[in-house]
């Protein structure tokens, strides 16, 4: 067979298995179908398909069909993370800002801690951080993982669950959204390579400049131009980021978030958004599970994301908790909005992925990593389904304030 056809067969695999475990399973309670896709990334990968069928793995996702679908996996995540970074409303986050800021920095600061712990531990034993990794990247990253909140999958689930338009649904979208900002923020400060300082500085300094001449042509062009002219910009700045060190997702981020959504019809953006998620996500996906491993031990492996896994969902209840006790929320908002601030998918995987090309984490972490965001995802319509249906029922939604 060509090459051709072994990717087209690899891309058969990709669509097809995830979408009839999905359908026939019925599993959009508690996996929706991005979540059934990553699953189904890490078991055609290596440490499943890969161990029982070695020789049809190696003959179907060879180097060369690999780099195939890593190329497209690159485009699919680059528009994926532009798009991320449009939708932060930062107007939003300022005018709410004392409530904003308090409980982002409650759910986000106490998981990282909670997540480093979990990494001291497991520096104790071999095989876990990277080989270029120092400690302190290795504890960071780790316990910024931990605390992710992944804000596309987030807008999934409330859709989901019918609040996003809600008042409850903006505030949670709020929190999420400075959230993110800080999560990028320490990803830039644990890609900092001081053998090239120079150069990211360069960076920085550019993409400031270029982003006052940007917005400037942005606000002035036709509607018609301006995603053409986007998606020039988002290249630049992935390329000027992989070129300083800083990874080409932190360059798609900064391109994104100095965007503004209203440049774009909402239609429109819902729509490549969608059609990202649908097209080419899945591809990422595959890619993701292909480096997937198990070679400290499947038990190791699942009890690294058992102890992840715990650090994260406690981590941001613990948050959004003591945010409400500070804020005076109504008792069942702190719960719900800390479950739902716990989901995590595809940013935390972009993260790990970072984390995992830098040689920061191992593969064996990286594979706990993406367990333990499944796990974190899977879990959050079951628990939070319960809460907002009392919730609703006794009128707290109605009565939060915006």
């Known amino acids: 067979m060509s090459t051709t056809e072994i990717f087209l067969l690899a891309m058969l695999l990709i ?193 400031a400049v270029l982003t006052f001449g940007y917005r400037r042509l942005m606000a002035r062009l036709p509607k018609a131009d301006r995603w053409y002219v986007a998606l020039i910009w988002l290249i630049a700045c992935a390329f000027g980021a992989d070129w300083a060190g800083l990874h080409f997702m932190v360059g798609a981020f900064l391109a994104g978030v100095v965007m503004d959504a209203d440049w774009f019809e909402q239609e429109q953006l819902d729509g490549l958004f969608k059609n990202v998620l649908l097209v080419l996500m899945p591809v990422f996906f595959l890619s993701t599970g292909l480096r997937t491993k198990w070679d400290l031990g499947g038990y190791s492996v699942f009890f690294a994301a058992g102890l992840l896994l715990f650090a994260s969902v406690g981590g941001k209840l613990a948050g959004a908790h003591i945010a409400g006790r500070m804020l005076g929320w109504k008792p069942g908002e702190a719960s719900i909005i800390g479950w739902l601030l716990q989901t995590k998918g595809l940013i935390e995987i972009i993260f790990a992925n970072i984390l995992l090309d830098k040689a920061i984490i191992t593969p064996e972490t990286f594979t706990a990593l993406l367990l333990m965001a499944a796990g974190s995802t899977m879990l959050t319509i079951p628990a939070v389904h319960p809460k907002l249906s009392r919730a609703q029922h006794s009128g707290l939604l109605e009565q939060a304030s915006s």
């Open 15 to 207: 669509f097809v298995a995830p979408y009839l475990v999905w359908r026939i399973f019925r599993t959009d309670y508690f996996a929706p179908l991005a979540i059934v896709q990553i699953i189904m990334g890490i078991v055609l990968g290596p440490g499943v398909i890969g161990a029982f069928f070695p020789e049809y793995h190696k003959f179907v996702f060879n180097p060369d069909v690999v780099k195939t679908l890593n190329g497209v996996a690159q485009w699919g995540v680059m528009l994926f993370v532009m798009l991320a970074g449009i939708e932060l409303d930062l107007k939003k986050v300022w005018r709410y800002r004392r409530e904003s800021a308090t409980t982002a920095g409650l759910s986000l600061g106490i998981p990282l801690v909670f997540g480093c712990g979990a990494a001291l531990l497991l520096l104790n034993y071999p095989g876990w951080i990277g080989p270029k990794g120092a400690a302190w990247q290795f504890m960071l990253g780790t316990g910024m993982a931990c605390a992710v909140t992944a804000l596309p999958v987030l807008v999934l689930l409330m859709e989901k669950l019918d609040i996003l338009r809600q008042p409850m649904g903006q505030r949670i979208l709020r929190y999420a959204s400075l959230d993110d900002v800080a999560i990028w923020g320490v990803l830039a400060l644990i890609m900092l390579d001081w053998e090239r300082v120079g150069r990211q500085a360069s960076f920085l300094l550019a993409f």
